[in-house]
């Protein structure tokens, strides 16, 4: 059997490929033209951005507690230069792991981009090479609005910030969901910009229930000196002698020195002629099992195929694609990529970071679950004060039956805990059962104050004789 995989540096196209080459009787082609290479994530996305904002958490913090002096200033160039070293050498890695592949003789890896020419056929530096299945791995770029006079002002996105040494002193921001709510607080704390976010809803944050959103609404506007004009829509932008003017729906105009879009990201599978191989893109163009919906031998995945462009998502679907391209070939029944709703974003700066595993309790009411929900201010717990992060909350969402079934949290060290959550949640564990038993003082006593009220009101809601 002959696979060609397009994409094999990023995140799902190597789990693709290293799944494939230990599989018996598999020829791989391996395609991927990244300079220096290596995938979103570690090139442009999580881990450089991470690096940023773990200077502006440093600052933030300082700043933030009363009992410091003044606080410390970033050296921007510097923080810009280690994470081009450590971008550099995590991409060096992934290179390796490729190349390493490349060195065996069912394995050939060609260092060009590919195009589809024919089903199953693609072109790469003038040769063509064709194959039994084609995993598409091609990862996104970022997603630039049609929006009237666009054409005309520059702007900056995120990849822009990444490598940015010197600031505007004020700009208007379109964009507030994951990118936005991360780099908005780092452009604010280390640029010193004086920002206005058009937020298109009452409050950002989408997935979570509303008093996470209205809290890092508030959050941002009082820590972070942002100013966020909310149920606005952008309707023109034209270009100022002091920079840029935005005309919003509301009929007020926004001036600034700068502009950032923040909007998103889009599948990069512009350039590779998915209709010379009769596949059409669109809503549900890639089913469950990760085949394309027109033909049953290509699949895509990551965030090439636009259904959830997460990190980890990607990688988990490469390992759902290379396991169905193998049932496939053998006639077997195909696995449908299912997953626990499970995403951090690192808000404010890290030091506010959002996590979600599982049902909100929006979710649960949608999916006609019968559960109890409760919920904690991080504020409560005295440790948060002792490290001067009281701000944030956190919620529990569980069955009557004790089933862990969600967990949200907006407050320090949330991140780190989602991983715990994410066992509970998906091993269905019964709250009445999880240890309450925090080594104080830390953190995680808010999970402890959670789990207790969750299982006193599933007690109360048991029947009795």
């Not at 936005?180 to 452009?187: A, C, K, N, Q, S």
């Not at 508030?218 to 002698?241: G, K, L, M």
């Not at 059409?280 to 699949?299: C, L, N, Y």
Request: net charge negative.
């Amino acid at each position: 059997m002959d696979v060609i995989v397009i994409g094999a540096y990023g995140s799902a196209g190597v789990v693709v490929a290293e799944r494939l080459a230990e599989a018996p009787d598999v020829e791989l082609t391996l395609f991927d033209d990244g300079d220096p290479g290596g995938g979103l994530c570690i090139l442009r996305g999580c881990m450089p951005s991470k690096e940023l904002l773990s200077a502006g958490e440093h600052r933030f913090l300082a700043r933030h507690d009363d009992r410091l002096a003044e606080p410390p200033s970033v050296d921007v160039e510097r923080t810009v230069e280690r994470k081009d070293d450590h971008t550099a050498n995590w991409a060096t890695h992934r290179r390796k792991a490729v190349h390493k592949l490349a060195d065996r003789d069912d394995v050939e890896f060609v260092r060009e981009s590919a195009r589809f020419v024919d089903e199953g056929t693609v072109a790469a530096g003038g040769e063509t090479y064709s194959a039994d299945y084609v995993v598409v791995a091609t990862g996104s770029v970022p997603n630039v609005p049609d929006l009237d006079g666009l054409d005309d002002v520059p702007f900056h996105t995120s990849a822009e910030v990444l490598d940015a040494t010197e600031f505007p002193d004020s700009a208007v921001v379109m964009g507030f969901g994951y990118v936005g709510l991360e780099l908005v607080p780092y452009l604010s704390e280390v640029g010193g910009v004086d920002l206005t976010v058009i937020e298109h809803d009452d409050r950002p944050l989408d997935e979570a229930d509303p008093a996470f959103g209205d809290a890092l609404l508030d959050y941002y506007r009082e820590q972070f000196d942002v100013d966020v004009v909310t149920n606005a829509r952008e309707r023109r932008v034209e270009p100022t002698d002091e920079g840029v003017r935005m005309h919003l729906d509301t009929g007020e105009a926004v001036d600034a020195e700068a502009l950032y879009l923040f909007t998103g990201r889009r599948p990069n599978v512009d350039g590779l002629d998915l209709e010379a191989a009769g596949i059409e893109t669109g809503e549900g163009w890639v089913r469950d099992t990760m085949q394309a919906r027109d033909d049953d031998r290509v699949f895509v995945v990551g965030d090439a195929n636009g259904r959830e462009p997460i990190l980890h998502v990607a990688k988990e679907q490469g390992g759902v694609a290379a396991d169905n391209v193998l049932a496939h070939d053998a006639d077997e029944e195909l696995d449908a990529y299912e997953n626990v709703h499970h995403h951090v974003v690192f808000s404010g700066l890290g030091a506010l970071p959002y996590a979600r595993v599982g049902h909100s309790k929006a979710a649960a009411e949608s999916a006609d679950e019968a559960f109890v929900h409760v919920s904690r201010e991080a504020a409560d717990d005295g440790v948060f004060k002792t490290k001067a992060v009281p701000e944030g909350r956190a919620s529990l969402v569980v069955g009557t039956d004790g089933t862990v079934l969600g967990w949200q949290g907006l407050h320090y060290h949330a991140d780190v805990m989602a991983k715990t959550m994410q066992i509970a949640v998906e091993m269905g564990l019964d709250v009445r059962e999880i240890p309450d038993r925090a080594y104080h003082p830390t953190t995680p006593e808010i999970l402890d104050g959670l789990v207790r009220e969750a299982a006193s009101e599933v007690h109360s809601t048991e029947p009795t004789d």
